[in-house]
């Protein structure tokens, strides 16, 4: 009985003194700076979700850090998560938003350095919606034009969903698209779109509602398809992405490629980093998102907003993640024909 009271009061201290570890983690962060790194350049949805978290995160953060943005593009997202997972500090003084093909690329890219599983989320701001839309001078007014007349679409790299819905589409549903990728960023994109250079434009559709709503009044830009977890209202009869699927090995792959249009613009922690410096920054992220200057500021750029907590994250992924062995292995060798073959 007395060495079962030692062990029970050996616990309780344990216990208690986690409270002022806790503690003293979070004054850590007192005069420090946490970096907050995107995977693109810092001037379309990245850069704007990223600087909104830099704006506002820090003065929840016991210790108030600085918060500042690190823009490391290239590889279509893989530098920067690759960078996260082998190299950046596991202190929790660097965060990253993955990019949305992160779990994608995580499992079918032989590429790609990191397990996706092991991200540890911390919260997001709002999902993923983008269309691909072509000018009315590109003679395609649906989808099913694309299947008869070629045309071009481009974007930031092969496996980054500005391009490679495209691939996707030419794969599942018939298509005919010609990729170019090597642009920095949507932006990028875009003029080549006004020039002429492009004929598929893949960016978020509140950009497009925002730029160009006259234009989409007028039919002068046309959406062909969305990329997003459900249809739009607005575009009752444009097609989802991953509506697409013909068999199992399509579908299998459309829930893992579609699932970073439910991880949007998310805050994460590479794998290390202690659970209680993770716990700290969900808490502060919370409290974050009551704060009004947040939703003002998203207002005014006409961004998304709908956030999400942490543990909703993990489950959407987690379930995306869920396959068989010889699930796995099919879709990876249909993935890797569509690199292949682009």
Known sequence: ??????????????????????????????????????????GGEYGLYSQLMANHLG??????????VQAMPGGAGLIAVNWMFAAAPKDGTVLFIPPVNAIQDGVLDPKAKFDPSKIQWIGRLADLTQVGAVLKRSGVTALE??????????????????????????EIAGTKFKILVGYRGTADVELGWLRGEVDLWTVGWDAVKLKYAKELVSGEVIPLFVYAPQRLP?????????????????????????????????????????????DMFREAFRKMLNDPAIKETLDKANARYNPLDSSELEKMVAEALKMTNEQAEKTRAFYQHMVDNP
């Open 59 to 68: 003065k929840y953060v016991p210790g108030n850090p600085a918060v500042i």
């Open 1 to 42: 009985m007395k060495r079962i009271l030692r062990i029970s009061a050996f616990m309780a201290l344990l216990a208690l003194g986690s409270l002022p570890a806790f503690a003293q983690t979070a004054a850590s962060f007192a005069g420090k700076t946490v970096r907050i790194v995107i995977p693109s350049a810092v």
């Open 145 to 170: 034009g694309a299947k008869t007349k070629q045309l071009v679409a481009a974007g930031i790299g092969l496996t980054n969903p500005t391009a490679f819905n495209a691939r996707v589409l030419n």
């Open 234 to 278: 607005e575009l009752p009869d444009v097609p989802l992405l991953s509506e697409f699927g013909r068999n199992d090995t399509e579908n299998a792959f459309l829930k893992i490629y579609t699932v970073g249009t439910a991880m949007g613009r998310s805050l994460a922690a590479p794998p290390d980093v202690p659970l209680p410096v993770v």
